[in-house]
């Protein structure tokens, strides 16, 4: 066994992984490296079943590496309770990673992650956001890799998090203990194995296989093609040599492991392998016999292993397998489409529908796979479905100039709804707006050609290019037939309403899409993202802020199940603007990052400094524990491109107007009042008239109250009717107008408890806290006092006596006794035991 003489390591890595040493919520990160061959995942396998906590075992597989969350599918299946498929479709990896730490609760837990630098991509990203996530149990992460293959991802994840480190490296073993590994070899063959094995008993492991097949040999050199230098290229020879040695059945069954990269279904590799049970077990025995597998509880089929069976294995019969594969994996689309990506040129055109399929899946958290999967399949056997795949891909990639080309080869051929408005996309994520209002406005002109999609994604583009949907085009796809172009009709002139300050003709005419918006299901809400994202805008300057969250990740959800990444910034920053209003805090900055990251790759830096505005709402709400959270967010907001789409531009200068003002630094924007008076202007002009007051301003500030409150009573705005009673309430606190102030507050408490805005609720509470401190101290008689005066009261009070007093400040107890003559002339009493009795009072 490969682990014999690490009885020490093994009680080692024991302690480490005892979750009983750590505090609930705190994270344990541990480093076990080694040479190639040095036990590692030997040691792993042994111990991990001595472990009292849940366990967790994550492997990286270099064969399969591109795979989605590969690596960490059993772990997400067991935690969320639900096929890896089914949460792909309504997730990103870093949102399960959020749910998985919810999913981890109380109970300690250890996840150990082998040849964690063959991790795929968004197994890597999701392991990085469990690590960050706020959890309730200790957690240990366990991370085995070779020395000079670190996974610095990983690592940097775990110090971020603040984890407590431990690192544990793996040398040689003794050599009498490779002596006693290979103990039925010759004294002569021992010797030889020992001095070329230099501890490392995977290599003596394969020299004592073998001098097994040659038992004559007396030198190393003899059965190890030792001339290949390094010991993984001898291992690997080696390997290829035993496997050659084999039996039909044995060879067999050992590439079926390889090209399935697991070990642990029996029946399973014996389907692959095409072995019955009987035949399966004496390979099995045959394999462990000359060394190919272990006995190891865990670990069988050793990662060098792997790689070299499967790398001898003839192409013919590795596609054979491949697709075989692909048909014993049943309902895990995933696995299927990376087997079937292994043989894409020989697939016929119902596997491909496969691969097509699980690429609709993978294409927005894993677009670089499904451009590998899918740029392998021959040319007579792509479609316009993998070639919008493709150009989909591509585009999410980062690689719009490729995507723009292979788009406009592909309407040449296919004139399609999907590949003009794919195309569209891609020139608004290069900034060629004006372009891809030509793509579109071309079809669109075209009778036979236009379709409510090209309509709909034209008027979203004019939308944001001229601050307003064109209300011809609005016309034109209400009366055009079907439920769904006349609801998407209402929400884009909803929108145009309220760009007019028309709140509650709006309001009206919102309230009946909502209906149907509520109702409709996915492949209905599918085709109409972009209206929807419309629609949560809509619900946000409604206030009707859990109607906004709700649209939002219903939209969230289709479009990562189908794709459409270039909405996800957009829904992820309305999501997160409605999540303030409902003092959501973590969940807001979880998703107004997530939606930066989503504007970096899909949207553009506009959409970005909206999340950024999002960011600096939530750290105001954090400001009393945080107080340089603030600061740091409005200098990356202040660093952040101003968006020139209208209402977007006005939501950030009026975050950063509000937050300046709150820093002490008022910066006063008079591009933010007048014309136009949409839907928000009453909260800008709330926001104007704070910044006013920190410049001294009183005046001006009254003035900008009063028009933003007449405007929201104009609008029916109730919730922004509150805020600037809030506004005004602290400016009359500043001035000891308290009775009013209060009167205010409790009228704007009252609206924000009826319409759920617990952020502004928030705010009242401690504007109240703080008008009570200032009418405490403005009604405080102590307030006639000196400084020292009030110090000799206190002292007073605690029942010290004037000597004591005396000595306590170095004076002289004459001096003391003047200040108390004249503390109670002030206080109007005529003892010292008066002035106590005043304290009591106080």
């Known amino acids: ?40 995942s030997s040691l792993l396998a042994h111990v991990l079943p001595e472990i009292i906590a849940r366990t967790f075992v994550v492997r990286g597989n270099r064969l399969f590496a591109d795979s989605p969350l590969a690596a960490v599918r059993a772990l997400l299946e067991e935690l969320l309770g639900q096929p890896l498929e089914e949460l792909l479709a309504r997730a990103t990896p870093a949102a399960l990673a959020r749910h998985g730490a919810e999913a981890l609760g109380e109970q300690p837990t250890v996840i150990a992650v082998d040849d964690a630098p063959w991790l795929d991509e968004a197994s890597q990203e999701l392991l990085d956001e469990l690590l960050l996530a706020p959890i309730a149990s200790p957690l240990i992460l366990l991370l085995v890799h070779r020395i000079e293959a670190e996974p610095h991802r990983l690592i940097s994840a775990a110090r971020r998090r603040g984890a407590f480190h431990d690192h544990m490296t793996l040398t040689g073993i003794p050599d009498r203990q490779i002596d ?39 030198r190393v050199d003899e059965v190890l093609r030792l001339e290949e230098g390094s010991h993984a290229a001898v291992l690997s020879a080696a390997i290829v040599d035993d496997v050659a040695s084999l039996t039909t059945p044995g060879r067999a069954v050992i590439e079926a492991m390889a090209v399935l990269g697991r070990d642990d279904d029996a029946h399973t590799v014996g389907e692959l392998a095409g072995v019955d049970e009987p035949t399966y077990r004496t390979a099995v025995q045959e394999l462990t016999g000359v060394g190919l597998l272990s006995t190891g509880v865990r670990e069988a089929l050793h990662p060098v292993v792997r790689f070299s069976v499967y790398q001898g294995i003839e192409p013919a ?3 054979t397998a491949h697709r075989r594969a692909a048909e014993l994996a049943q309902d895990e689309l995933l696995t299927r489409a990376e087997h079937l990506a292994h043989a894409a040129a020989y697939l016929g055109e119902q596997e491909t529908s496969v691969l097509i399929d699980a690429a609709r899946l993978a294409v927005v958290s894993e677009p670089h796979t499904v451009l590998r999967w899918l740029s392998q399949v021959p040319a007579e056997n792509r479609s316009l479905a993998s070639e919008t795949l493709l150009a989909r891909a591509e585009m999410l990639s980062g690689e719009h100039e490729r995507a723009t080309i292979r788009l406009q080869a592909l309407l040449a051929v296919h004139e399609t709804a999907e590949a003009r408005i794919l195309l569209a996309n891609v020139l608004r994520i290069r900034g060629e707006l004006h372009e891809a209002r030509s793509v579109l406005a071309r079809a669109v002109n075209d009778d036979d050609a236009v379709t409510p999609a090209l309509l709909r994604e034209l008027i979203d583009v004019i939308g944001l290019m001229d601050g307003s949907p064109p209300s011809d085009l609005v016309a034109r796809l209400e009366a055009t037939p079907g ?9 884009y002139r909803v929108m145009d309403q309220l760009a007019a300050g028309d709140v509650r003709q709006a309001r009206a005419d919102f309230a009946e899409a909502l209906t149907w918006l509520m109702a409709a299901d996915t492949d ?11 629609a949560v805008w809509n619900a946000f300057m409604l206030e009707e802020y859990a109607v906004g969250e709700e649209l939002a990740t219903r939209g969230l959800s289709v479009a990562r199940r ?3 990444a270039d909405v996800l910034a957009n829904l992820g920053v309305g999501k997160a603007f409605s999540q303030a209003q409902l003092a959501r805090i973590p969940d807001v900055d979880a998703t107004a990052l997530q939606a930066i990251q989503d504007a970096e790759h899909f949207a553009s830096d506009e959409i970005e400094a909206m999340a950024r505005a999002a960011l600096l709402t939530s750290a105001q709400a954090q400001a009393t524990i945080r107080p340089e959270l603030l600061r740091q967010r409005y200098d990356e907001l202040r660093r952040s ?22 820093l002490g630094e008022p910066d006063l924007r008079s591009e933010l009042l007048g014309e136009p008076r949409d839907a928000m202007a009453p909260l800008r002009y709330a926001d104007a008239a704070l910044a006013a007051a920190v410049q001294g301003n009183v005046e001006l500030a009254v003035q900008l109250l009063d028009e933003g409150e007449a405007l929201a009573e104009q609008h029916g705005s109730r919730g922004q009717i509150g805020m600037i009673q809030i506004a005004r309430a602290e400016m009359l606190t500043r001035q000891k107008q308290f009775v009013r102030a209060r009167e205010l507050l409790h009228q704007a408490r009252a609206v924000f408890e009826e ?12 504007s109240l806290a703080r008008l009570d401190a200032a009418e405490s101290q403005e009604h405080d008689p102590l307030n006639v006092l000196t400084r020292r005066e009030r110090e000799i009261v206190e002292e007073i009070g605690a029942g010290l006596t004037s000597r004591e007093i005396a000595d306590h400040f170095t004076l002289s107890p004459r001096t003391v006794e003047n200040h108390t003559a004249n503390i109670m002339r002030k206080l109007q009493v005529s003892s010292r035991m008066g002035i106590v009795a005043l304290l009591r009072r106080r």
């Open 755 to 766: 319409r759920g805005m617990a952020l502004q609720l928030g705010r009242v509470h401690g």
């Open 317 to 319: 019969r590795r596609v």
């Open 524 to 534: 209905q809400l599918r085709p109409l993202l972009r209206a929807l994202v419309c």
């Open 1 to 40: 066994m490969v682990w014999v003489g690490r009885e020490a390591e093994r009680r080692r890595l024991r302690e480490l992984l005892n979750t009983a040493t750590l505090p609930p919520g705190a994270v344990r990160f541990v480093q076990l490296d080694g040479a190639l061959g040095i036990g590692k």
């Open 483 to 491: 439920e769904e172009n006349r609801i998407t009709g209402i929400v």
């Open 641 to 662: 491109a101003i968006p020139r789409f209208g209402w977007w531009r006005r939501a950030v200068l009026t975050a950063l107007t509000r937050v300046s003002a709150l």
């Open 562 to 564: 189908f794709g459409q």
């Open 180 to 218: 006693q590994l290979v103990s039925d070899l010759r004294p002569q063959q021992r010797r030889a194995v020992v001095d070329v094995a230099q501890g490392n008993p995977l290599f003596a492991r394969t020299a004592l296989a073998g001098f097994r097949r040659h038992p004559s040999a007396r």
